[in-house]
């Protein structure tokens, strides 16, 4: 079925350290691999996106790599701020042009 | 993703009641989606529309309906058919479709509705 498998669900981090988080998906047709970044009671924001003619991206501290064969993809955030505290979300495409989103990882990085 | 507004940003519904959120968006946008999140969880998709007067049901369809008749606006209705219905909605808007390859999704303030 159509499925994103996000992890971790938490994730704690001293400010400076680097953060990962790993997301799944099901479909090897899928060419589209966004990334949200949620702040509490507000509306997700891209952060990154990545296609799939692309093995990497960067930008800035925020880099996503995508594995085809292996059907993963991974945010690499580096250099962690308190401000980079919040739910981070990805998501893959699917036919139709939708979008099927992870579970979610919320990310705590204490100063 | 300034161009896309959700009204009203809180609602509260009694039992039995239909209710209808509002989302519209200035982006030119072909495509617009609606979103379920429930309080830590993920995004579950709604309905969606890529083209004016047609959608298509998400993974959550069941008690909600919408219409898409003009390109701006795509309103959910919230059914008493559905039966928890408290939750965070977000509209989002892309445009669309190009070559078969999807497009960044922006997503509006959304509305936090709450059932007494």
């Known amino acids: 079925g159509e499925n994103v498998e996000q992890h971790p669900s938490t994730l704690s981090v001293q400010e400076g350290d680097s953060a990962v988080i790993k997301c799944t998906y099901s479909d090897s047709a899928s060419n589209y691999f966004p990334w949200y970044k949620q702040e509490l009671g507000k509306r997700p924001q891209l952060i990154i996106d990545?296609?799939?003619?692309?093995g990497e991206k960067k930008d800035q501290r925020i880099a996503v790599t995508l594995n085809k064969t292996a059907k993963h993809f991974s945010l690499h955030i580096t250099e962690t701020q308190p401000e980079d505290s919040a739910v981070y979300f990805c998501?893959?495409?699917?036919?139709?042009?939708?979008?099927?989103f992870g579970q979610g990882t919320e990310l705590s990085v204490k100063p | 993703d300034g161009g896309i507004t959700q009204s009203p940003k809180y609602l509260f519904r009694k039992e039995g009641q239909n209710v209808t959120l509002s989302c519209e968006q200035n982006l030119n946008h072909d495509a617009m989606y609606w979103y379920r999140q429930d309080p830590g969880q993920g995004l579950r998709l709604i309905y969606y529309s890529q083209i004016v007067n047609d959608f298509q049901k998400g993974d959550i369809a069941e008690g909600y309906s919408v219409s898409r008749e003009k390109k701006e606006s795509f309103p959910l209705t919230v059914t008493s058919a559905q039966k928890n219905p408290t939750a965070f909605y977000l509209c989002?808007?892309?445009?669309?479709?190009?070559?078969?390859?999807?497009?960044?999704?922006?997503f509006g303030p959304g509305t936090r509705l709450t059932v007494l």
């Open positions: 989002a808007s892309s445009r669309g479709l190009a070559g078969g390859v999807a497009d960044t999704q922006y």
């Open positions: 998501a893959a495409s699917y036919p139709g042009g939708k979008l099927i």
């Open positions: 990545i296609r799939s003619n692309v």
